[in-house]
């Protein structure tokens, strides 16, 4: 798995540089510029460290997706491959599909996304000592998930989560996380959750949905959920469609240590190892948590997107 080193969106002359800088930094060079234009949209919307809208393979290699973000992070397209960029017609151009191949084997030839560098990736430096984050994207559910746990020899048994995309942590074997947007169980139920871990190997925190997660993520139905990260207070928050989703902080006390000296209050002074969509483990060394999923316009940004600026990343992107 290759961790290279050094997105889709639609006062005079101000505001002229603004909009011909935000289309340059979301379209690459060869969009056409009235679709660059489009996607890129206008006002003051920030930049993702990452982006991918899996319509950009990289030249000659159709298996990762380049990063149209300002990080220049490939992604691999694990399993998959190029099958795993399809049509659908619900949204624009291609989509990335991640699904579990084999349920009754135990192996790793489930199909998702991601990049893992055992030593931190540093293109996803801005996340090294970040105070905040965002995670956001589309999401369609497309089987019955979650899917069948293949770790185990219960043929009944399921996953206790559904991996949507995440940042891993600076220590993580591919399954720990800094900020991650999943689904997982939380008191015996499946919930949309925010899931945040401010030093590495130290306590998670995680922020639960109130709403039924088939409610909030209907079979075969798009849906764009963002969660936001904020390392100083301690805090998350989850959006669907761009609105804000009512919920709560599951751990009780203070899991993040954000409470006394220092402040402000940061994540570790680590390069993440990556990103994981789709499932955990990017480099592919097992199965796990795997969706039966489409998704598209994943972005990954070093701060919390305000509440109008998740609404506009949302009307940007809804195709």
Same mark, same amino acid.
């Not at 090294?128 to 048994?157: H, I, K, L, Q, Y």
């Not at 902080?249 to 990103?275: F, K, L, M, N």
């Not at 969509?277 to 999923?293: H, K, M, R, V």
């Given at each position: 798995?290759?961790?290279?080193?050094?997105?889709?969106?639609?006062?005079?002359?101000?505001?002229?540089?603004?909009?011909?800088?935000?289309?340059?930094?979301? @379209? %690459?060079?060869?969009?056409? #510029? !009235?679709?660059?234009?489009?996607?890129?949209?206008? $006002?003051? *919307?920030?930049?993702?460290?990452?982006?991918?809208?899996?319509?950009?393979?990289?030249?000659?290699?159709?298996?990762?997706?380049?990063?149209?973000?300002?990080?220049?992070?490939?992604?691999?397209?694990?399993?998959?491959?190029?099958?795993?960029?399809?049509?659908?017609?619900?949204?624009?151009?291609?989509?990335?599909?991640?699904?579990?191949?084999?349920?009754?084997?135990?192996?790793?030839?489930?199909?998702?996304?991601?990049?893992?560098?055992?030593?931190?990736?540093?293109?996803?430096?801005?996340?090294?000592?970040?105070?905040?984050?965002?995670?956001?994207?589309?999401?369609?559910?497309?089987?019955?998930?979650? @899917? %069948?746990?293949?770790?185990? #020899? !219960?043929?009944?048994?399921?996953?206790?989560?559904? $991996?949507? *995309?995440?940042?891993?942590?600076?220590?993580?074997?591919?399954?720990?996380?800094?900020?991650?947007?999943?689904?997982?169980?939380?008191?015996?139920?499946?919930?949309?959750?925010?899931?945040?871990?401010?030093?590495?190997?130290?306590?998670?925190?995680?922020?639960?949905?109130?709403?039924?997660?088939?409610?909030?993520?209907?079979?075969?139905?798009?849906?764009?959920?963002?969660a936001t990260f904020d390392f100083?207070?301690?805090?998350?928050?989850?959006?669907?469609?761009?609105r804000p989703l009512p919920g709560?902080?599951?751990?009780?006390?203070?899991?993040?240590?954000?409470?006394?000296?220092?402040?402000?209050?940061? @994540?570790?002074?680590?390069?993440?190892?990556?990103?994981?969509?789709?499932?955990?483990?990017?480099?592919?060394?097992?199965?796990?948590?795997?969706?039966?999923?489409?998704?598209?316009?994943?972005?990954?940004?070093?701060?919390?997107?305000?509440?109008?600026?998740?609404?506009?990343?949302?009307?940007?992107?809804?195709?």
């Open positions: 798995m290759r961790a290279d080193t050094p997105g889709r969106s639609r006062p005079a002359l101000a505001l002229a540089l603004t909009t011909t800088l935000l289309v340059t930094a979301f @379209a %690459p060079a060869d969009a056409p #510029a !009235d679709r660059a234009a489009d996607r890129a949209g206008g $006002g003051a *919307a920030p930049r993702p460290v990452a982006a991918y809208d899996f319509e950009h393979p990289v030249p000659g290699d159709p298996a990762r997706e380049r990063d149209r973000g300002r990080s220049g992070t490939t992604l691999e397209l694990v399993n998959g491959g190029a099958q795993s960029r399809v049509r659908d017609d619900e949204r624009p151009g291609r989509v990335l599909r991640t699904r579990q191949v084999s349920p009754g084997t135990a192996g790793s030839d489930d199909w998702k996304a991601g990049v893992y560098g055992p030593q931190g990736v540093p293109t996803l430096g801005a996340f090294n000592g970040a105070r905040e984050t965002t995670v956001m994207g589309w999401f369609r559910m497309t089987a019955d998930n979650p @899917a %069948p746990n293949s770790n185990t #020899a !219960d043929p009944n048994d399921r996953y206790n989560a559904i $991996g949507l *995309a995440g940042i891993l942590s600076g220590t993580s074997q591919g399954h720990d996380v800094r900020a991650l947007l999943e689904l997982i169980t939380v008191n015996g139920e499946m919930k949309v959750v925010a899931l945040g871990r401010r030093v590495d190997n130290g306590s998670s925190q995680t922020f639960a949905a109130d709403a039924d997660w088939r409610e909030i993520l209907p079979p075969d139905t798009w849906v764009s959920l963002a100083d207070t301690g805090t998350m928050a989850l959006y669907r469609d761009g709560r902080h599951v751990v009780a006390g203070d899991p993040w240590a954000v409470e006394g000296a220092p402040e402000p209050d940061v @994540a570790s002074p680590t390069d993440p190892r990556g990103i994981k969509i789709g499932g955990s483990y990017p480099q592919n060394t097992q199965e796990g948590n795997p969706c039966d999923c489409r998704m598209d316009d994943l972005m990954f940004f070093d701060r919390a997107l305000t509440p109008a600026e998740i609404m506009s990343q949302y009307r940007r992107t809804r195709g």
